[in-house]
């Protein structure tokens, strides 16, 4: 998290926690380019950290600064994994994403959130930087699956974002929204796990081929209201704001026929829906507002409708039972 004063301290306790766990924790460690940035990365590599965090928005310094620079002369040297939020408020990220991927071709540079702040225009020009790559720590499933339609698989990255995302959560946004998209069981293993093995160990990446493209499919109008309200009323709770009503209207709208065509999707929707309404009954809109495990269980069903609503081609578990889990 941020750390106004710096990051040595909790560097030190990502270090040590992943000593105790001989390899299955890969520490990395977040660099300030404002507080002597060179100097914490070297003696975190020396300590044994495989990465770097930088977080634009919240230490307050522009990617195109010498200072920014130098962190990833560093990281090439390494051959380092350059992890950065990508969320909204940084100016001319995805340019210099780019440029730095030119200039340090060893260094691989992760784009966090879907990488929200410049993906309508950076998919173009991924197949030409092999070391960039994007992950799927985000929660707007249509975002994911234009991620999955545009970008070559091999340079997208399951990632979860704790406390707005479990990895159970983000695992299923992540694997339905890329079989939504037409990905294959290998380049979805590709995604959940094995390329960044390989990043973190300084190897090639992997090549899992071509991005799909954009699915020659109409969305289907039923499905399409569910989502509207569903990501309506979730950005009224996140925000604080009684979503009570536009919840009943996504539960309208998944009121279909039995024999309708999108009974069975709908009737698991509208169980999640219930179990949102349900974990709504006692709590307060405010309590919503700030990031927090109880935030992210209370709004879980709510969200998997949704996702089940985008992902229609994946088939849908049915019942409350499915809901519940």
């Known amino acids: 998290m941020h750390e ?6 909790a560097n030190d306790v990502i270090l040590a ?14 660099l300030d380019p404002n507080l002597g940035a060179v100097e914490e990365g070297i003696r975190c590599i020396e300590l044994g950290a495989r990465g770097i965090k930088l977080h634009p928005r919240s230490d307050d310094f522009l990617m195109g600064s010498p200072e920014a620079r130098e962190i990833f002369a560093l990281a090439n040297e390494h051959r380092l994994t350059v992890l950065i939020h990508a969320g909204r408020g940084i100016p001319a990220l995805g340019r210099h994403t780019l440029e730095y991927s030119d200039e340090f071709p060893d260094t691989r540079i992760i784009l966090a959130h879907a990488a929200v702040s410049d993906l309508s225009w950076i998919w173009r020009h991924l197949p030409g930087h092999p070391n960039v790559f994007i992950d799927t720590s985000w929660w707007v499933p249509d975002d994911l699956v234009f991620l999955f339609c545009q970008v070559p698989p091999g340079q997208i ?3 979860s974002d704790v406390p707005y995302g479990a ?10 929204c890329g079989l939504e998209a037409g990905l294959t069981p290998d380049q979805l293993t590709g995604v ?4 960044l093995e390989r990043l973190l160990a300084g190897e090639e990446p992997m090549d899992l081929g071509p ?8 969305r289907d109008p039923i499905l399409e209201r569910v989502y509207l309200y569903a990501m309506v009323a979730l950005g009224r709770m996140i925000v604080g704001a009684d979503a009570s009503e536009v919840i009943g209207l996504a539960e309208l709208a998944a009121s279909v026929e039995d024999d309708a065509p999108q009974a069975a999707a709908c009737r698991t929707m509208t169980e999640l829906i219930g179990l949102q309404m349900e974990s709504l009954a006692e709590v307060a809109a405010k309590d919503l507002a700030t990031p927090s495990t109880q935030r ?10 949704a996702v089940l609503a985008a992902t229609p081609a994946v088939p849908a578990p049915e019942g409350a039972n499915a809901g519940r889990t």
């Open 296 to 305: 992210l269980a209370l709004l879980t069903p709510l969200l998997l409708a």
């Open 211 to 218: 991005a799909p493209g954009a699915r020659d499919t109409v």
């Open 192 to 195: 959940c796990g094995a390329q």
């Open 167 to 176: 990895p159970a959560l983000n695992a299923i946004l992540t694997l339905r």
């Open 4 to 9: 106004p004063d710096g990051y040595r301290d």
């Open 157 to 159: 990255l399951f990632a």
């Open 17 to 30: 926690d992943a000593s105790r766990w001989e390899g299955r924790l890969v520490p990395f460690c977040r």
